[in-house]
């Protein structure tokens, strides 16, 4: 097993470890090919001491070295999104553990549907369709996972896409709170109801006010007519 636990340079760190163990063990596998070579050069076609034949364990012994390989890119990538892009740990662990729950068969990849019901159990709002209807918001996100349509998205497209979906909303939280900054005077870390119904219809800002928290500065001290806006926007964009 090469799971990982700790941080994603944790994981990585324990996968290239886990990594090296696998292929230090081809001398055996070397070994064992070799053996079956001389069972064949005496005529001796079956083993009753095994199921297992030296093509099928080469086979599983070059799907495990990239399985590996596969992993380390995964965190790699992981790591660089989440450096520049600001997308938590948390979340990064979030998609991986969801895409593992949907991934039944442990293939590394997901058909449409279990593709569809991981980007549900992960808060997205698809529209639930008559079966045979075609959902085109769904089919627009296919577009940029799978547009060949070979019916599978692998672990490294829907990582991509999660990434690109979660830096969206970072980008446009942040966006928001700088316009409400923008809004005060001075640049303070905080908006006063003048100043929200000075720059705001009336409807936004009765909106606002009910759904702000009252701005609290570092020593613990209530400042009077003063609303949270980051703690506001932060909300906003939580899945």
Not at 42 to 60: C, P
Not at 104 to 111: A, F, H, Q, V
Not at 151 to 171: D, K, P
Request: proline content about 3%; some cysteine.
């Amino acid at each position: 097993m090469m799971e990982g636990s700790g941080t994603l340079e944790d994981q990585l760190e324990a996968t290239k470890k886990k990594a090296v163990e696998v292929r230090s063990q081809k001398g055996q596998l070397k070994r064992i090919e070799d053996l079956g070579t001389a069972m064949e050069e005496r005529l001796i076609l079956d083993n009753r001491y095994t199921e297992h034949s030296t093509v099928g364990l080469a086979q599983q012994w070059d799907q495990l070295d990239q399985l590996g390989m596969r992993m380390q890119h995964n965190l790699d990538q992981q790591i660089q999104a989440r450096n520049r892009s600001g997308v938590s740990e948390d979340a990064l662990r979030e998609f991986s553990m969801m895409f593992k729950h949907f991934d039944k068969d442990k293939s590394g990849k997901l058909d449409h549907q279990e593709f569809k019901s991981c980007l549900r159990a992960l808060g997205c709002d698809l529209p639930v369709v008559e079966e045979g209807q075609v959902d085109p918001e769904f089919q627009a996100i296919l577009d940029m996972v799978d547009p060949n349509r070979d019916g599978h998205v692998s672990l490294q497209e829907y990582m991509a896409f999660m990434i690109s979906r979660e830096t969206e909303n970072v980008q446009s939280s942040s966006e928001v709170e700088q316009a409400f900054r923008a809004l005060t005077s001075r640049d303070k870390p905080y908006i006063t109801s003048q100043e929200l119904y000075a720059n705001l219809t009336r409807e936004q800002a009765d909106y606002c006010i009910q759904r702000m928290k009252p701005f609290i500065d570092r020593t613990g001290r209530t400042i009077p007519d003063a609303y949270d806006y980051a703690d506001f926007t932060a909300n906003m964009f939580v899945n």
